[in-house]
């Protein structure tokens, strides 16, 4: 028989209350852990991350915030669940940069926008001897045992293991363009994402052959 070694989404739902955690937050990460499907250590502090973003920006979740995360493990689910910054509607992008952090930046007419930075700073997790193994990868990190202990120091950790930055970026405004058929394929595609008489689907980035 295998041992349950990590907690159901019943009980971390009971953790969170009894960790001290608001309702409202609570609710946020409730609804977390359903679209992500469990209850994964990164994304839990996504979920405080995104949380404290909003707290030093003084905005709600609904204001449209732009966001940009720099891991694609866990990080862009809180922002899509708890802003709706999404792939799709353009706020959520995702860069593969390999660090646990994400910026939010509100809208900006602008050249620039302003915003902040919240990452995972290594130095505070000294503190959480069983965070700092998870984090790291380290292989003194032992799935089978250690699975609930993680979840335990990151809801008593909360923000405490988190630092942050005030920010600027440039902002990539909506560009005009227009319509190419690609002579390989017959169907249509942006213009600038023609590679010479292909498109781009047809050349650098043909994925798939057709089943006969
Ligand atoms: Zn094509």
Known sequence: ???????????????LVAAGIKPELREFFNACIDFHTYAAPGLLIGVFMVDYALELLGKKPTDRIYVTCETHKCLPDPPQVIMHATIGNHRLRVLPIGKFALTLTPFSANEY???VRVYVDRKKLEKYRVLALWFDNSPDFKAGSMKRQVVDEILTAGKDILSFDRIRLK???????????????GEQVPED???????VGCGSLAYYEKCQ
């Open 113 to 115: 926008a302003e915003g």
């Open 193 to 199: 994402l023609m590679e010479g008489e292909k498109c």
């Open 171 to 185: 902002v990539t405004h909506k560009k005009k363009w227009r319509s190419a058929t690609c002579p390989s394929c």
């Open 1 to 15: 028989m295998q041992m349950v070694t990590e907690y159901s989404n019943r009980e971390v739902s009971e953790r």
